[in-house]
């Protein structure tokens, strides 16, 4: 799907807007961790977050991306460190889902991204944002980034 771009805008000018739902008790903590370690990352990315990564719906991954957002990062405990139990195995299922439905309405399910980040793990939170930063400019600006704007 060809993307337009705006007038005098090099495909290198795009700057993705990264919407980032994180486990209070990890992932958040990682995040807040590589803000206090001064580690430096992409300022591409909204923080939301969420007591457990297994409360995102699909629904609010959709959302993300319908309302413009160029790519979701959903980060959770890892594998047997979930608050929760199993909120962060919940939310992996559901991130599968959301690419899916977004590969089927063609927005890309690549713009979805799932993270088991820990509270000391504030380097990988960092390289993740950075990782995911350059992979959205490689597949470009949501489709559906200016469609709602006035």
């Known amino acids: 799907m060809a ?10 000018d795009f700057e ?9 008790w990890c992932s958040y903590t990682g995040a807040d961790l590589a803000g206090t370690s001064r580690i430096q990352y992409p ?4 923080v939301i977050r969420v007591m457990c ?5 699909p629904m609010y991954i959709l959302k993300a991306i319908l309302e413009g957002a160029d790519g979701v990062l959903i980060g959770g405990c890892h594998a047997g460190d979930c608050h929760y139990i199993n909120g962060n195995y919940k939310a992996r ?4 889902i959301a690419r899916r439905v977004l590969d089927q309405l063609g927005l890309d399910g690549r713009r979805v991204w799932f993270r088991f980040i820990s509270a000391s793990e504030g ?3 960092a390289e993740t944002v950075r990782e995911m930063v350059a992979q959205l400019k ?3 600006p949501n489709p559906m980034r200016d469609r709602w704007e006035l």
């Open 93 to 96: 299922r559901r991130v599968a």
């Open 123 to 125: 380097r990988l939170f």
């Open 43 to 46: 300022p591409n990315i909204r």
């Open 53 to 57: 990564s297994g409360s995102v719906d």
């Open 138 to 140: 490689e597949i470009g």
């Open 3 to 12: 993307v337009e771009r705006e007038e005098g805008q090099s495909p290198g």
């Open 16 to 24: 993705p807007r990264i919407v980032a739902l994180l486990c209070n």
